[in-house]
Nanobody, 115 residues
């Protein structure tokens, strides 16, 4: 079955960096686009970044452009989110997502940006 497992979250000071990872299994990873979403308390889940199946095309939310970079490794079946210049408003649970007939989500990883 499809599984997405995120890791790499934690507590970081404003201006710091974190790298999130998502390990995928149960499907042919290189055939599907991958996405990172995030959700803060009281807010709707929002798309942060997406990468095409071969990694050649990426898109970002305006709020993270120039600070976050999404990438993927189709040999290791993993997708990454490098987050630099983190701000308190980036605090959220971050989710890995893909759509294979239906939408699949990971369990999420908490990112807290605070001094």
């Amino acid at each position: 079955q499809v599984q997405l497992v995120e890791s790499g979250g934690g507590l970081v000071q404003p201006g710091g960096s974190l790298r999130l990872s998502c390990a995928a299994s149960g499907f042919t990873f290189s055939l599907y686009a991958m996405r990172w979403y995030r959700q803060s308390p009281g807010k709707e889940r929002e798309l942060v970044a997406e990468v095409s199946r071969l990694g050649g095309v990426t898109n970002y939310a305006d709020s993270v452009k120039g600070r976050f970079t999404i990438s993927r490794d189709n040999v290791k079946n993993m997708v990454f989110l490098q987050m630099n210049s983190l701000k308190p408003e980036d605090t959220a649970v971050y989710y890995c997502q893909t759509t294979i007939i239906r939408v699949y989500w990971g369990q999420g990883t908490q990112v807290t940006v605070s001094s």
